[in-house]
């Protein structure tokens, strides 16, 4: 059975393509056979830094998008890999209802994953609340809880909608919080998680210093560990 895994939140600047990132250097990792479609075609992260793994896919066109379900079909053991970018979920949203997704992803058997990344805003809270009300228990979900600017997600529970997604089987994901300076200095060498943990004989070519590839190392195995439960 082919997984396909929708990395949204529909919001700008929460993590999607972080979890994507994170998600995709899983597989490597794991030796998880994956194919990434990035839908932001001019600063895509998985094009960026994940080119051998990675396509560009346009959500408002068809014939582009239809991709995902053609390649799950070609190689049913493998994980897909969708980075949403910001403001695609109606794009997104309309291809699966008006193609009838969900119907004939259940005839061949392909598995089909959201996972809503959020932060502790009510803007993400509002955002879960639609896709849960529009699409209902069509998505198997994971709600990313990324702890990027706060450790604390007081409004989603106080709106009762973690009970309504965990009554639709929903799982829940914690991406902690990482020292900021590491991201930039990894970002700015255009490096995946996992060249940035190697130490490189020669120091100037170090994405980073020994501690903060401890750092990082630490990071990823929180996220791995979780994620070992999550995908399967």
Do not use: C
């Amino acid at each position: 059975m082919a997984t396909i895994h929708f990395i949204g939140g529909e919001k700008g600047g929460v993590g999607k393509s972080v979890v994507a990132r994170v998600l995709a250097q899983y597989f490597i990792d794991r030796g998880i056979v994956f194919t990434g479609f990035d839908t932001d075609r001019s600063h895509g992260a998985l094009l960026r830094f994940y080119t051998d793994y990675a396509q560009p896919i346009d959500l408002n066109a068809y014939d582009s998008v239809d991709e995902l379900i053609e390649a799950a079909v070609a190689l049913p053991e493998q994980h897909i890999l969708v980075d949403l970018a910001a403001q695609s979920y109606d794009p997104l949203a309309k291809w699966l209802l008006e193609s009838g997704v969900f119907a004939v992803a259940e005839e061949l058997e392909i598995k089909l994953i959201y996972w809503h990344v959020m932060d502790s805003g009510q803007d993400s809270v509002a955002l879960l609340a639609r896709l849960l009300d529009q699409m209902g228990e069509q998505f198997q979900y994971v709600i990313v809880q990324n702890q990027l600017r706060d450790e604390h997600f007081n409004l989603l529970m106080r709106s009762g909608l973690k009970e309504k997604a965990l009554m639709m089987n929903a799982q829940l994901m914690s991406l902690k919080k990482l020292y900021a300076p590491i991201m930039l200095k990894i970002d700015a060498h255009n490096a995946s998680f996992w060249a940035a943990t190697q130490r490189d004989p020669s120091a100037n070519a170090n994405v980073l210093g020994i501690l903060d590839r401890q750092r990082l190392k630490i990071w990823l195995n929180s996220a791995y560990t979780q994620l070992d439960r999550l995908v399967n």
